[in-house]
């Protein structure tokens, strides 16, 4: 956790709203919308290093002339089918066309062995994603934006770096997955504890080299025990119900958000918020709610990023929370954001501080 004071610079929103209660479906959690003024496509495309990269690609029904679009990506282990598919379908009805992926390893986009930890290739499916929308002719290339929920903040932040195409940036809910993966939880992974993880992934790695079966590491737990901890809690209620629960034919619901635990630790040589202010001066924002175990990161990010940022506060929401309950995920400032990140050049601005209110 990165030292900051928040109030002394960019744009900072809040939202409120009421504490959601855990284990329903309360405050419209609906991941599976399906809109009628959208058409969705399954889509295929390749990435740079000709691996096939999975989307499903929306189109307002009334869409006329060139538009502007977004490609979204999902939760860390989760597919677009979770929380992606309902953000992409969310924004199109607003105009844009959007593109929810799965990045490379994961869902229905190629790569082997299957739930393999490379963020450098999950940045890429951003990328090709780009690359994919680029060439449509119902497009305009000059104005497209992407979005990453959860893990996928650190991907299209480490994606907008290096690619210029990308012109506004938002997060919600966003990880640092190389700090949560080397510190955990405001600093809660000692020195020792990193050392053991780096060494049993080493350990896991060298018994697959030797024949043995495939390990998987972290994800949503099976069940809930009286261990089970909040967060636990929280993931389960999603992943493991009705409410978000999606296995893709590559992978069984014994594994669904399972890395392989010879690849994740590959995550502690990951600083994706490491110079990030070179995508200054496109528009950067992080949602997070205000109850949510991840805020850490999105305050991070916002004091790591150049101008123009914000930072957009959900009162009471925690983290899963920004996943698929639809009377608290801010739609109507997401889309203000990539209406003008994506309708004209961004400029650097003074320090403000505003709030929004419902």
């Known amino acids: ?91 199109a009805e607003q105009g844009f066309v959007t593109l929810s992926i799965d990045p490379a390893f994961w869902g229905a986009s190629e790569g082997t062995p299957r739930q393999a930890v490379l963020p450098d290739m999950y940045a890429e499916s951003f990328s090709a994603a780009v690359d994919y929308l680029s060439l449509q002719t119902f497009v305009d290339r000059e104005r497209i934006g992407a979005l990453g929920i ?32 080397r510190d955990g939880m405001r600093n809660g992974v000692d020195f020792a504890q990193r050392q053991a993880r780096i060494a049993s992934g080493a350990a896991q790695r060298q018994i697959e080299v030797d024949g043995g079966e495939t390990a998987y590491n972290g994800g949503t737990p099976q069940a809930i025990t009286e261990n089970s901890t909040a967060i636990d809690i929280e993931f389960f209620d999603f992943y493991r119900t009705a409410r978000g629960e999606f296995t893709p034919p590559s992978s069984l619901p014994t594994l669904t958000t399972y890395p392989t635990l ?79 990140g994506l309708g004209s050049p961004a400029a650097a601005s003074n320090a403000t501080i505003s709030s929004q209110h419902r």
């Open 262 to 340: 010879s690849s994740v630790f590959r995550l502690m040589n990951y600083y994706p918020l490491e110079g990030m202010n070179i995508i200054s001066p496109r528009p950067v924002m992080f949602v997070a709610g205000t109850q949510a175990h991840s805020r850490e990161f999105a305050e991070d990010a916002y004091y790591l990023a150049g101008y123009p940022k914000e930072l957009v506060w959900v009162e009471g929401a925690g983290h899963v929370d920004l996943y698929d309950r639809t009377e608290l995920i801010p739609f109507g400032r997401l889309t203000s954001f990539f209406r003008d």
């Open 150 to 181: 959860c893990g996928s903040g650190s991907w299209v932040i480490t994606a907008a770096k290096i690619d210029t195409r990308i012109k506004a940036v938002a997060t919600s809910s966003m990880y640092d997955m190389g700090a949560a993966t």
């Open 1 to 91: 956790m990165i030292g900051r004071n928040l109030a002394s610079v960019g744009v900072i929103m809040t939202v409120s709203a009421t504490t959601a209660t855990a284990q329903n479906l309360s405050f419209g959690a609906d991941n599976f919308y399906v809109s009628n003024v959208v058409t969705m496509q399954p889509i295929f495309f390749p990435n740079q290093f000709n691996m096939r990269i999975a989307g499903n690609l929306f189109v307002p029904n009334n869409l006329s002339g060139n538009a502007s679009a977004i490609v979204v990506g999902p939760p860390f282990g989760a597919t677009k089918e979770q929380s992606a598919n309902l953000y992409a379908t969310k924004l």
